[in-house]
């Protein structure tokens, strides 16, 4: 959960500390499979978020794959469900503090599994964009499907 609003950057920034924690349980992963809803912050046309996707593919030496659902396709997307029942969960309970909805959302269970819950109190800028001349250097790494070059995007590292 974020102190602040959505950008690529915060997107980008909570993989990466997801996968510092978690690699060591994932020896074997090459290829991370993303399934997005084309959102502000994580378009396949953002160019912030493309420069920090290329990055971390680098950084971290995994193949990542995004795939996009198209628009007013959220009932095929299983985090909409989880959000669904997040709701349901807390329906009612008083949330009048960050700890609060933090320790509710912690708590909750979704196909047996709790979720990963963790404060970020980063305060992240809005509207960063990438000039188009920077951007060339990380488009041989940004691989669109030839077809469905709109949802189905991979990034491979160098």
Same mark, same amino acid.
């Given at each position: ?10 997107i ?11 690699q ?7 290829e ?7 959102g502000?912050?994580t378009?396949s046309?953002?160019?912030q978020?493309i ?7 680098q ?8 795939? &996009?659902?198209?628009?007013?396709? *959220?009932?095929?997307? $299983?985090?909409e469900?989880?959000?669904? =029942?997040l709701?349901?969960?807390w ?5 009048d503090?960050v ?16 979720p ?8 992240y ?9 920077e951007?060339?250097?990380? &488009?041989?790494f940004?691989?669109? *499907?030839?077809?469905l $070059?709109?949802?189905?995007?991979t990034? =491979?590292?160098?």
């Amino acid at each position: 959960m974020g102190h602040s609003v959505e950008t690529s950057d915060f997107i980008v920034d909570c993989l990466t500390a997801w996968w510092k924690q978690n690699q060591p349980d994932y020896p074997e992963i090459s290829e991370w499979v993303i399934d997005l809803d084309g959102g502000v912050a994580t378009r396949s046309d953002r160019t912030q978020f493309i420069k920090r996707m290329v990055e971390l593919s680098q950084e971290i030496d995994v193949k990542i794959r995004l795939i &996009y659902y198209p628009p007013y396709h *959220s009932k095929y997307n $299983p985090i909409e469900r989880c959000w669904a =029942v997040l709701e349901n969960y807390w329906n009612g309970a008083i949330l009048d503090s960050v700890e609060a909805a933090i320790q509710w959302a912690a708590n909750m269970t979704w196909k047996g599994i709790a979720p990963i819950v963790h404060h970020i109190e980063t305060i992240y800028e809005k509207g960063i964009k990438v000039l188009p001349t920077e951007l060339e250097d990380y &488009y041989p790494f940004w691989q669109r *499907s030839e077809t469905l $070059p709109k949802w189905d995007i991979t990034i =491979v590292p160098s």
